[in-house]
Nanobody
Framework: QVQLVESGGGLVQPGGSLRLSCAASEFIFRNYAMSWYRQVPGKERELVATISTTGTSTNYADSVKGRFTISRDNAKNTVYLQMNSLKPEDTAKYYC?????????????WGQGTQVTVSS
């Protein structure tokens, strides 16, 4: 069964840093683009960052550019989100997403999420 397990969330003060990890299993990780999304109650899930299968291409939401960095280690089947200069508005549940086209069919998988709270 495909699994994406996020970790690294928690409570941090404004200006602080956190590093989220998402460990993948039961699918060919290197064939999937990986993304981080976030969601606060009552709002739609928001795309935060995406990284290509090889890690050579990344994209970020304007709200996190220059503060967040997405990376991946295909040998460890893990994607990371380094979050620096955190702001209270970054408070959300962060979700890992895997998306890939295999033999012409789109596959997408989600993790259960990890809570990030930025507060003094």
């Amino acid at each position: 069964q495909v699994q994406l397990v996020e970790s690294g969330g928690g409570l941090v003060q404004p200006g602080g840093s956190l590093r989220l990890s998402c460990a993948a299993s039961e699918f060919i990780f290197r064939n999937y683009a990986m993304s981080w999304y976030r969601q606060v109650p009552g709002k739609e899930r928001e795309l935060v960052a995406t990284i290509s299968t090889t890690g050579t291409s990344t994209n970020y939401a304007d709200s996190v550019k220059g503060r967040f960095t997405i990376s991946r280690d295909n040998a460890k089947n893990t994607v990371y989100l380094q979050m620096n200069s955190l702001k209270p508005e970054d408070t959300a549940k962060y979700y890992c997403n895997a998306k890939g086209v295999i033999l012409g069919k789109l596959y997408a998988h989600w993790g259960q999420g990890t809570q990030v709270t930025v507060s003094s």
